[in-house]
């Protein structure tokens, strides 16, 4: 009997679509599900006819695969990886690779590599964007974990990521590629879903102002998305939205409109807002649109508020047309600082973990099959290419030039929500940081003065060399002895 090139546990959506990408690039698969009737099904289903093995157990399964076996686990985030990994380890030998590709914590991943390298075996933990359409079509692989498994399950990564041309005419570019060691590749699919959760809020935002500013019908809000989705915002989140906006329901009204207003996550956003207040990174963009979906998972309780209070009045732009063009630049802008918030919270996570991460091919690999592929990503890279040690993307030239154009439009848009009472966090949030960025000054000076008043910490003087630190007996009676000094 022939063996299989890959096996794959737990069909799901995912899991199926992404077994019958592999086969359809030329892989045969070995398919095991702990409902085992699922095994069946799919294989009558959807799988017939098709060079995939169906096994009713672990031990078929690694019966079933070459050596070294290669096996990917699509299961639950958490314990049901672990005890598929324990599992595995019953009937895997030294030197077969166990794949995780769902969203595990990286913190996870970072445990589990270092447990089954311990075991002989070799690990990887790798992101995968581009749900269930993604998935079967060619979604962006993020591979992270033991080196030396990734030039074995190289060639089936590769195949079945999604491909893109770097320039036009150009030899299509698979969006998947080493990452770094043991749970770097998973941290880039969080800080991926993170940036994900900041551009869907951004959006949600504009089409907010939209809808109560501007007074736009969905036909008309339809149209601007249109338009745009052919200049810089060009994204499939831009596109899903022109689409979602057309979409009427059976009576003939826009579907949106009916839909309740309270958002689900699954924690990919959370954990990426925890890693940075554990790095000490600003991402507060990003954290913004979590809460921004927390407030909205409260509906019972805002109903009641807006019974309450009433807020200001809304007050409409003069000039519509130009508003929407102020729109653009302020969504694009903002845009610009999600991005640079979360290579940020890469760079800072891979200098404590000692990843070496490769910045612009993270972005080549977003290009496509992801959620928030786009065009923008193009930039990106270039701006690595220019910079491989480029501090924050603000600060690169053509980022640079596309801030300050935009810089009085945003601020516009923003002034203009918040006088109308249309709350705009992740929008106005993103305006702060760049207005905080740019300021030589800031009154962390009183704040550090409050802390060595209150708790003795010490501060810096602009006077002195950085690095002396000081205290003051502001009372007379407090005494000399002062605590730790802070942490910036």
């Known amino acids: ?21 592999m086969e359809n690039k030329g892989f045969s698969v070995a398919v095991f599900n702990r409902t085992v009737s699922r095994v069946d099904d799919f294989v009558k289903g959807r799988a017939a006819k098709k060079k995939i093995f169906p096994c009713h157990s672990m031990t078929e399964l690694a019966q079933a695969l070459e050596r070294p076996r290669k096996v990917m686990i699509m299961v639950k985030a958490g314990q049901a990886v672990d005890d598929t990994i324990e599992q595995l380890l019953q009937v895997f030998e030294p030197g077969d690779i ?17 447990y089954i390298e311990s075991r002989g075996l070799l690990y990887i933990g790798t992101g995968v964007s581009g749900g ?3 998935a079967l079509t060619g979604p962006s692989i993020m591979p992270g974990g033991s080196p030396a498994a990734w030039p074995l399950v190289k060639p089936v990564l590769q195949a079945i990521s999604a491909k893109i041309e770097e320039v036009p005419g150009g030899t299509p570019v ?39 500013l501007l007074g736009l019908s969905y036909p008309q809000m339809h149209d601007v998305f249109s338009a745009w989705n052919q200049g810089a915002l060009n994204s499939y989140l831009i596109e899903i939205t022109r689409d979602i906006l057309a979409y009427n329901d059976e009576d003939g009204q826009p579907l949106a409109e009916k ?53 200001p009045k809304i007050i409409p732009p003069a000039d519509k047309e130009g508003f ?38 993270i972005a080549l690999m977003w290009r496509g099959g992801c959620i928030i592929r786009s065009n923008f990503l193009g930039k990106i890279k270039e701006s ?72 003795a910490h010490t501060y810096e003087r602009v006077d002195k060399n950085r690095g002396r630190f000081f205290h003051t007996n502001w009372t007379g009676h407090g005494g000399s002895t002062s605590a730790t000094t802070y942490t910036v």
């Open 384 to 455: 690595f290419e220019r910079n491989r040690e480029l501090e924050n993307l603000l600060l690169d030239p053509f980022f640079t030039g596309q801030i300050e154009e935009a810089q009085d439009s945003w601020r516009r848009v923003c002034a203009a929500a918040i006088g109308s009472g249309i709350p705009v966090p992740a929008l106005s949030s993103a305006l702060a940081y760049f207005d905080g960025y740019r300021s030589e000054r800031l009154p962390a000076n009183l704040l550090q003065a409050q802390r060595d008043y209150f708790g």
């Open 174 to 212: 698979p969006c998947c590629d080493w990452v770094g060691e043991n749970g770097a590749g998973h941290f880039v699919k969080m800080v991926h879903n993170g940036i994900e959760y900041g551009d869907m809020q951004l959006i949600c935002e504009t089409y907010d102002i939209m809808r109560q």
């Open 1 to 21: 009997m022939s063996k299989a090139d890959i096996g794959l546990i737990g069909l799901a959506v995912m899991g199926e679509n992404l077994v019958l990408n």
């Open 324 to 361: 929407i063009k102020d729109l653009e630049k302020a969504l694009y802008a903002s845009k610009i600082v999600s991005y640079a918030q979360g290579y940020l919270l890469m760079r800072e996570a891979a200098r404590e973990h000692k990843w070496n991460l490769n910045y612009g091919g």
């Open 259 to 311: 839909i309740l207003d309270t958002a689900g996550q699954k924690g990919t956003g959370k954990w990426t807002g925890i890693a940075a207040l554990e790095f000490g990174v600003p991402l507060t963009l990003i954290a913004e649109a979590v809460f921004g979906r927390c407030l909205s998972a409260a509906k019972n309780e805002r109903v009641r508020a807006s019974k309450i209070f009433a807020g």
């Open 98 to 114: 166990i794949i995780d590709g769902g969203n595990s914590n990286y913190q996870d991943t970072i445990r589990r590599t270092s």
């Open 132 to 134: 269930e359409e993604g």
